[in-house]
């Protein structure tokens, strides 16, 4: 059984509870990160700590731990659950008031709660075979910047996704890719370009994602930061997504086409190679 945190105590996952009257249940008012753990260690911990005060900021949500102790508490759940591979969720909401759509009172408490979920990051069948999506229209509200826990749409679209046979779904707005439903997306031009869409509040800004484009920048690979259509993508040499529990995802497949010559490409394979090699070496 598992050990979770929940307001400052660590319990059995059988005993943690959060109020019926917490915000994060009745509005989705809240936020999350998920940061991965490698070899009992966090990948890029102080970016995704940045990304969640920014988060939070946005919400204007107060949360009073510091970040040494948010790191303790992360240190001390792989400790506690023993976790050599898998991630840590943690989220935050506005904490637990009587049902209003008015903020309770700003001294209300936040709920913050932290669990573990082992499985094998690196093992991953979808890195040797690679990724099938869809296209779907991206219906979410246009703060996608911000990591809520608002994520019904996204997961709508897994579920269309999984009904055609694919893995995942990239979602299209004014007839523009934005990202995939839990990641970034890219394509690799004809000449070997990597694009991928410009940040802003239309996109999640992937902590993967930047570290990713940085690898490529310095193994000399060209970056274009805009936006590219389906048609574009299904005629690129090859495809892939980015996120914290996927890391490099190869993608061979877009509404039924065939990427390039439908299995995984060079430069996605040799990204996620050299995107693991970086984090195991500065992963606390």
Same mark, same amino acid.
């Given at each position: 059984m598992r050990t979770v945190y929940v307001n400052g105590e660590f319990v059995p996952e059988d005993e943690a509870k959060v109020s019926i009257f917490d915000r994060g249940?009745?509005?989705?008012? $809240?936020?999350?990160? /998920?940061t991965? /753990?490698?070899d009992r260690k966090l /990948?890029?911990?102080?970016?995704? *700590? %940045? *990304?969640?005060?920014?988060?939070?900021g946005e919400l204007n949500i107060v949360l009073d731990l510091t970040d040494e102790q948010l790191l303790d508490i992360h240190r001390q759940l792989i400790a506690a659950n023993d976790l050599d591979e898998g991630i840590i969720y943690l989220q935050v909401t506005r904490?637990? %008031?009587?049902?209003?759509?008015?903020?309770?009172?700003?001294?209300t408490p936040v709920t913050t709660v932290l669990?573990?979920?082992a499985y094998s990051v690196i093992d991953n069948p979808l890195a040797q075979r690679g990724a099938k999506v869809v296209s779907v229209d991206d219906k979410r509200w246009s703060r996608c910047d911000i990591k809520t826990v608002q994520l019904l749409y996204p997961s709508l679209a897994k579920m269309e996704a999984r009904s055609k046979g694919a893995d995942d779904a990239w979602l299209v707005r004014d007839g523009l890719v934005t990202e995939g439903s839990s990641n970034n997306a890219y394509i690799v031009t004809r000449d070997g370009t990597i694009v991928t869409r410009d940040l802003s509040n239309l996109i999640l800004h992937g902590i993967t994602r930047r570290a990713v484009l940085e690898?490529?920048?310095?193994?000399?690979m060209k970056v274009e930061e805009r936006p590219?259509?389906?048609?574009?993508?299904? $005629?690129?040499?090859?495809?892939?997504?980015?996120?914290?529990s996927g890391f490099v995802s190869p993608v061979v497949q877009i509404d039924g086409k065939p990427i390039g010559d439908g299995s995984v490409g060079s430069v996605a394979r040799q990204l996620r190679e050299v995107y693991i090699a970086e984090m195991r070496k500065s992963a606390i």
């Amino acid at each position: 059984m598992r050990t979770v945190y929940v307001n400052g105590e660590f319990v059995p996952e059988d005993e943690a509870k959060v109020s019926i009257f917490d915000r994060g249940f009745l509005f989705a008012d $809240g936020v999350y990160e /998920v940061t991965t /753990v490698l070899d009992r260690k966090l /990948v890029d911990f102080f970016g995704h *700590r %940045a *990304r969640l005060r920014r988060s939070l900021g946005e919400l204007n949500i107060v949360l009073d731990l510091t970040d040494e102790q948010l790191l303790d508490i992360h240190r001390q759940l792989i400790a506690a659950n023993d976790l050599d591979e898998g991630i840590i969720y943690l989220q935050v909401t506005r904490g637990a %008031a009587d049902r209003d759509f008015v903020f309770p009172p700003e001294d209300t408490p936040v709920t913050t709660v932290l669990f573990t979920q082992a499985y094998s990051v690196i093992d991953n069948p979808l890195a040797q075979r690679g990724a099938k999506v869809v296209s779907v229209d991206d219906k979410r509200w246009s703060r996608c910047d911000i990591k809520t826990v608002q994520l019904l749409y996204p997961s709508l679209a897994k579920m269309e996704a999984r009904s055609k046979g694919a893995d995942d779904a990239w979602l299209v707005r004014d007839g523009l890719v934005t990202e995939g439903s839990s990641n970034n997306a890219y394509i690799v031009t004809r000449d070997g370009t990597i694009v991928t869409r410009d940040l802003s509040n239309l996109i999640l800004h992937g902590i993967t994602r930047r570290a990713v484009l940085e690898c490529a920048r310095n193994l000399q690979m060209k970056v274009e930061e805009r936006p590219f259509t389906i048609e574009e993508a299904q $005629g690129a040499r090859e495809a892939f997504s980015t996120s914290a529990s996927g890391f490099v995802s190869p993608v061979v497949q877009i509404d039924g086409k065939p990427i390039g010559d439908g299995s995984v490409g060079s430069v996605a394979r040799q990204l996620r190679e050299v995107y693991i090699a970086e984090m195991r070496k500065s992963a606390i």
